[in-house]
């Protein structure tokens, strides 16, 4: 297949930007309260890619293991703490938590797919490393931040019922358990459903990025289907990671709950 790659323009993404122009629009129309947020949220948008891009060039260009894998340490730092960011609960480590989840599952799966699937080497390659972790990112830290805000909601609302268990010999284990499964499930809903209906009513981002550039629509797919796999088994090691060390954090050798009202 000839690849037939076009090249956006400075021009041609002003011309792309006008389309906010309707979702401001209508924000004003309708007295939605949304335009001051759509249009940070546009710039916002903007200029972080735009350093990513300019910082991604020099780290291609450079090609150094230090710098590659300490821009992916620090992508999955700040990964990890917008994964937190929605959890109104605290605990001491929660954030340490977060981080050890998301480092230990997303470079789990990524180390797996770059050396163990696609067989590149070194496997911290640039070209590969960043658009793989950089996907596995967003969605583990989305599958962990639903799994923290349903589990510590779910243990502040429920709180009396498990303190009832445990005083009735319950282990901890057993007086969480239903918490810890219903926090897991609703953290791996949203890639489900995706995945149910991924094909038919939506073509996913990287397969259409691969089409764009040129790539075949077969091969692309063949592409999707290993990444789906690969996300999806990050988001729900991440989520199983950081409920269980939620899990060991706020319940103590002795079977007593620890959580601050």
């Known amino acids: 297949m000839e690849t037939n790659y076009i090249f956006l323009t400075t021009g041609q993404l002003l011309i792309a930007s006008v389309l906010m122009a309707v979702n401001i629009g209508l924000s004003l129309i309708l007295k939605l309260g949304l335009a001051k947020q759509w249009s940070i949220g546009s710039l916002r948008m903007v200029g972080q890619l735009l350093l990513v891009g300019f910082l991604l060039d020099w780290v291609f260009a450079l090609n150094n293991t230090s710098w ?9 730092t700040i990964a990890s703490i917008t994964a937190v960011g929605r959890t109104q609960k605290r605990f001491s480590t929660i954030y340490l938590n977060s981080f050890i989840s998301i480092l ?13 699937i696609l067989q590149i080497d ?8 960043f658009p793989l972790l950089g996907m596995v990112l967003g969605n583990t830290l989305n599958g962990i931040s639903l799994a923290l805000e349903r589990f510590m909601d779910s243990l502040s609302v429920r709180r009396k019922e498990v303190e009832m268990l445990l005083s009735l010999g319950a282990t901890s284990w057993e007086a969480a358990h239903d918490l810890i499964r219903d926090a897991l499930r609703t953290s791996m809903i949203p890639t489900l459903n995706s995945m149910m209906v991924m094909g038919i009513v939506s073509l996913p981002g990287m397969m259409t990025g691969q089409i764009l550039a040129g790539v075949s629509p077969g091969e692309a797919v063949r592409y999707q289907i290993m990444m789906i796999f690969v996300i999806a088994s990050g988001a729900a090691l991440g989520s199983t990671l950081v409920v269980v060390l939620a899990f060991r954090a706020l319940f103590n050798s002795r079977h007593q709950l620890l959580l601050k009202h």
């Open 122 to 129: 070194p496997w911290y390659s640039p070209q590969y490393l």
């Open 104 to 116: 230990g599952a997303a470079f789990f799966v990524v180390f797996f797919a770059l050396s163990g």
């Open 68 to 76: 590659i894998l300490g821009v992916a340490l620090f992508m999955t």
